[in-house]
Every structure is written in C-alpha cells, then in structure tokens.
C-alpha cells in the first residue's frame, strides 16, 4: 500500500499530500484519521481548528457512534455525563499525536486539478497541492444561519460560510441546490436554521464529484439526510475506497 516514507507534520510550502482533506467536522476528522493511520499523507485543514469535530449538540449523552470510529473511540474513554468541551479537547489531542495529519488552519476558496494533482487555492493566499481533495464542509456552503430575525453568513454559531468556494464550484459547472436543517433541543439556545448548498441529484458519482476526477465530497455537504452514525459510516467507506486506489 503507498504511504509516505516518512509523515510530516509541518511540511513545507508546496508539500504534495496523499489527500487533502477541506473540513474539520465529523466527517472530515474521521476520514482523516482513517487515512493517516494507513500510511498516508494527509493535510486536514479547517477555518477554525478549535472547532475540530465539533457536535451540533452540547455533550454526547444519548449518541451512539459507530464501532471503531474515531468519535467512539474518545467516547468509551470518558466519564459519563463529560461535557462537549471535553470531548472536542480529547478528541482533538487524538488527531494531533496521529503521525501523518497535517492540521492547517485555513480559507479554501477554489479548487482547480489537472492529470496528477488538485490545487486549493485559500483566502490567505498560499496553494496546497494534493492528489486528491474531499470536501466535508458541512453546512457551509454559502451557509446562512437564521436565529430568529437575524441572519448570518454562517454555518453555525460564529463559523463562517464558505461563499468562495461555492461560488467556484458553481463556475466549475456543479449544479448546486438549497437544503435547510433546524438545530434545536435540550443545550441548544436559541434553536436555529441553517440553510445551505449541496450538489444537485446526479453530480456526484458516489462521492466523487462528477465535474472533476479527483475531488470527492462527504458528510453533510452532500444530498439527503445525515445522522451522526450515517456520516463517520461514510467516512470509513470513502476511506477505504481512497486506500483501494492507491494499493
């Protein structure tokens, strides 16, 4: 199976990874941490790292993940009735000592790919370089939160959406459409919708994005409905199909 000789993690400025992986939610922490622990190369980047694998509730209480995931890993581990924050700091800990991740804290604002590779550019202006991408942003793409009478151009509470990136999809040719989810409940005050965009029925094939041959997306960025458990179960198959290409 390919992997680096030798993971990194503070590769320097033009570092071609394994798989670039633009999102820090359940999905792509998870994805991530399944890749790296193969052998590969993996930048994680997200626009806020101390949101990584952040839940759209206050705890775990009452969430069953699944066996072997990442998540369930953090939780058995824990006390019972351990609040969120401790379960963000804990599981964050497990992606920062897991050799192979390159945690980034950045803007991905385009994608652009030819024969070999895919080029990220970021709002702060460096490129990354990989051979492949997945996209797992969640609920960001031109999220607009809705509490109450306000809106905002975010994908939850004080996490900004990813308009850029949107926009860039949608000039690339992906037909992108709108979904909406409600976030209320017991530790969610005040509840709030979010509404945001997904590729259109028949862009992706699987996950890859049918527009280009080496981008993928995952998880709540996607059509339909997702649950915790149906997100890191499509993580650990996305990994296992990126790991298959490059045995």
């Known amino acids: 199976m390919f992997g680096p000789a030798s993971p990194r993690s503070r590769p320097q400025p033009g570092h071609l990874y394994d798989v670039a992986v633009v999102g820090a939610g359940l999905a792509g922490t998870e994805l991530a941490w399944r890749l790296a622990r193969a052998g590969q190369d993996v930048l994680l980047v997200s626009q806020a790292l101390d949101h990584l694998g952040n839940l759209y509730q206050p705890g775990t209480q009452g969430v069953t993940f699944p066996a072997g995931s990442l998540f369930e890993e953090v939780r058995v581990g824990m006390a019972q009735g ?7 700091r804990l599981l964050k800990a497990r992606i920062e000592e897991t050799a192979g991740i390159h945690l980034l804290q950045s803007t991905v604002t385009a994608l652009d790919e030819d024969e070999s590779e895919v080029l990220l550019s970021t709002w702060e202006g460096p490129s990354l370089r990989a051979r492949r991408a997945v996209l797992a ?40 459409v709108g979904q909406e989810r409600r976030a209320e409940g017991e530790g969610v005050e005040p509840p709030y919708d979010v509404r945001f965009l997904v590729p259109a029925p028949g862009e992706l094939n699987g996950f890859r994005v049918g527009r280009f041959e080496r981008v ?6 996607t059509p339909g409905e997702h649950t915790y458990a149906s997100v890191l179960q499509g993580a650990a198959r996305l990994a296992a199909e990126l790991l298959e290409e490059r045995a």
């Open 137 to 176: 942003v969640g609920a960001f793409l031109k999220g607009r939160l809705l509490v109450g009478e306000t809106m905002e151009e975010a994908g939850r509470l004080s996490e900004v959406a990813y308009d850029f990136l949107a926009d860039d999809l949608a000039r690339s040719g992906v037909w992108l």
């Open 82 to 88: 351990t609040d969120g924050w401790t379960f963000h």
């Open 216 to 221: 993928q997306m995952l998880g709540q960025c």
